[in-house]
């Protein structure tokens, strides 16, 4: 009887353990299909959202909501992802009447600007310790369409000729960054119609927060990023989906190409 009961023991033991896997396996399963259809749900409300400018408000058992957050409008702007070295940024200055479409007959009026870079607790003795290069595109006073650079490199000994900025671990826009520079720094900010500001990393083995801070006017819109989220109440699962999209700007090409806003 003892061996009997022991024999039990064992096979009731077994059986609970397989029976416990099973059920672990299956809701983990379920789980992992409801959260791929949550996914496709909040694409769906995402694709809705950019093609429409609303979105369905149930997809399936799911209830989808909506969000937009403007990009820039302010004279504090944050890139939303980090930067890889030689990825020119396009930071507008004038206002967008539509997409593709600049109001250039209302031009905003800036006195300096300010640039954040690096990721937190960088040094600048680090050979990856990123260099900032900005290029301003304006119309000068006498109606010539133009560019001033302005570039900065914290590490010392690099033979490029920028101007040297120290290590500088500060917060900004809710940010940690190990660098910062204003335009005045390296050279005298440009009188006339301000246009476009062009920023690029260089140097960096890995992508790299940026930011910038404009002063006088603040800075227009440059785009919005598009949020959708897909909630189910029965199960409890929820998916969130997000892109980010800019005004149309020129290749990095641009700035290494004869310019002329006439004929040549």
């Known amino acids: ?8 023991a064992v096979a009731l033991t077994i059986g609970l353990s397989v029976v416990s896997r099973s059920v672990t396996d299956i809701r983990i399963s379920q789980e992992q299909e409801e959260s791929a259809r949550a996914f496709s749900a909040a694409e769906a409300g995402l694709e809705s959202l950019l093609a429409t400018g609303g979105a369905p408000g149930i997809v399936g058992d799911f209830t989808i909501t909506t969000d937009t957050k403007p990009l820039g409008d302010s004279s504090t702007f944050v890139f939303p992802k980090e930067i890889r070295a030689d990825d020119t940024q396009t930071v507008w200055l004038v206002d967008h009447l539509d997409e593709d479409t600049l109001d250039l007959d209302n031009p905003k009026s800036f006195t300096d ?17 990123p260099a900032l290069e900005a290029v301003i595109i304006y119309k000068d006073l006498a109606g010539e369409y133009t560019t001033r650079r302005v570039a900065f490199d914290p ?6 000729g920028f101007t040297n900025v120290s290590d ?22 440009p009188s006339g119609s301000l246009y476009a500001l062009r920023i690029k990393l260089l140097y960096n083995d890995e992508p790299q927060v940026l930011g910038i801070e404009a002063f006088g006017d603040p800075l227009p819109l440059q785009g919005n990023c598009y949020a959708s989220t897909a909630a189910s109440e029965t199960t409890g699962i929820s998916r969130k989906v997000e892109q980010c999209q800019f005004y149309p700007s020129l290749s990095g090409m641009f700035d290494y190409v004869l310019y002329s806003g006439s004929s040549l």
């Open 1 to 8: 009887m003892l061996i009997i009961l022991l024999i039990m």
């Open 113 to 129: 600007f300010e640039f954040h870079w690096g990721n937190e607790n960088l040094s600048g003795n680090e050979d990856t310790a």
């Open 155 to 160: 590490k010392l000994g690099r033979s490029d």
């Open 168 to 189: 500088d671990d500060h917060s900004f826009s809710e940010k940690r960054f190990s660098f910062k520079a204003k335009f005045t720094d390296d050279r005298a900010f």
